[in-house]
């Protein structure tokens, strides 16, 4: 099975930098994805790491290490519509499914 | 290209009716997925397909059926609905090479 832990909620200000983390521990690991999830909105996908390392996406970065079971979302120049649920998955060594943390609430406050 | 489309988007039942959710995708995926969302919960994996006329249990299967009849539907039923059962519940679809899950807009259930 897969066990996966993040914080429940984080706060943070207009423009700042914020770090959501994420460990895990499987019995198969194929891929870790992150999602962002407005209030009352379906999940939207924001980064996939397989490797270990950096990976980078505009304002967004997201960060392996399989050996530790860590992964972090590095958010940047925060704005008020990042306020939102941000959700770590695992993806099982098959390829076929995800299992999800139980999120991380961001509030951005002005 | 309207993706991952459920149907109701919402809907309020009695303890002991049934319905049927409905999931299409129109982006020709493999694999399709129920889950639902409850607060505090994060979203759990109820049952899933990889390829029409299959289905799988996930980590909450039990008081839901599935039916994969066609590669572009993936039906949710709940033969006897229980107030437990009151969730939100999304559906999504992926390629079988590991590309991200698409999430259609969620069905939000309440049983009373």
């Known amino acids: 099975g897969q066990n996966i832990d993040q914080p429940t909620e984080m706060t943070a200000t207009e423009g700042a930098i914020v770090q959501i983390n994420c460990t895990y521990q499987t019995s198969g690991f194929n891929g870790l994805f992150w999602y962002q999830q407005h209030a009352g909105e379906a999940p939207t996908f924001l980064s996939y790491n397989v490797l270990d390392g950096l990976e980078e996406k505009g304002r967004f970065s997201s960060f392996l290490s399989r050996s530790k079971g860590y992964s972090y979302l590095l958010l940047k120049e925060l704005q008020m519509k990042d306020s939102a649920s941000y959700l770590c998955?695992?993806?099982?060594?098959?390829?076929?499914?995800?299992?999800f943390g139980k999120g991380t609430m961001l509030l951005v406050s002005p | 290209n309207a993706g991952v489309t459920q149907t109701p988007k919402f809907r309020v039942l009695k303890t002991g009716q049934s319905m049927t959710l409905l999931c299409a995708q129109d982006m020709n995926h493999e694999y399709m997925y129920w889950y639902r969302q409850d607060p505090g919960m994060g979203l759990r994996l109820i049952h899933y397909?990889?390829?029409?006329?299959?289905?799988a249990k996930g980590e909450v299967p039990d008081g839901y059926n599935v039916s994969r009849l066609k590669k572009q539907n993936f039906l949710l039923g709940l033969e006897s609905a229980a107030p437990s059962q009151t969730s939100v519940y999304f559906c999504?679809?992926?390629?079988?090479?590991?590309?991200?899950?698409?999430f259609g807009d969620g069905t939000r259930l309440s049983i009373l």
């Open positions: 999504a679809s992926q390629t079988p090479d590991g590309q991200p899950q698409h």
């Open positions: 998955a695992v993806r099982d060594s098959g390829y076929s499914t995800l299992t």
């Open positions: 397909s990889v390829g029409e006329g299959t289905t």
